[in-house]
Nanobody, 125 residues
Framework: QEKVVESGGGSAEPGGSLTLSCVAP????????MGWFRQAPGTEREGVAA????????TYADSVNGRFTLSWDKDKNIMYLRMDNLQPADTAMYFC??????????????????WGQGTQVTVSS
């Protein structure tokens, strides 16, 4: 049974937008973080954005800051990653992850305990 489930991937042209969604049971992130990571073929997994859910505080990688935006729907317990001004370099498999505790480095993948299967984002003209 999937614990963390992503959706919303697809294709976009450069300059376009996509929104990813992540749903996870509360026990996977309670008092902790949910984050988005991405991995392109032949590269290491990269932290993109993370949210300390209880405080609704967010942090972003420099490569996406100002273009990507995290939000939380508290009624549905869904985290969204709005991606604007997409570029070919954003092409990757995007993963949602959760950890039920505060962590010092929320963009570091090793601190996360629960992972989704990923959703592909492709940006090309």
């Amino acid at each position: 049974q999937e614990k963390v489930v992503e959706s919303g991937g697809g294709s976009a042209e450069p300059g376009g937008s996509l929104t990813l969604s992540c749903v996870a049971p509360e026990y996977t992130y309670n008092r902790g973080f949910m984050g988005w990571f991405r991995q392109a073929p032949g590269t290491e997994r990269e932290g993109v954005a993370a949210m300390w859910v209880a405080a609704n505080m967010t942090t972003y990688a420099d490569s996406v800051n100002g273009r990507f935006t995290l939000s939380w729907d508290k009624d549905k317990n869904i985290m969204y990653l709005r991606m604007d001004n997409l570029q070919p370099a954003d092409t990757a498999m995007y993963f949602c992850a959760a950890v039920p505790k505060w962590v010092r480095s929320p963009l570091y993948d090793a601190v996360y305990q629960y992972w989704g299967q990923g959703t592909q984002v492709t940006v090309s003209s």
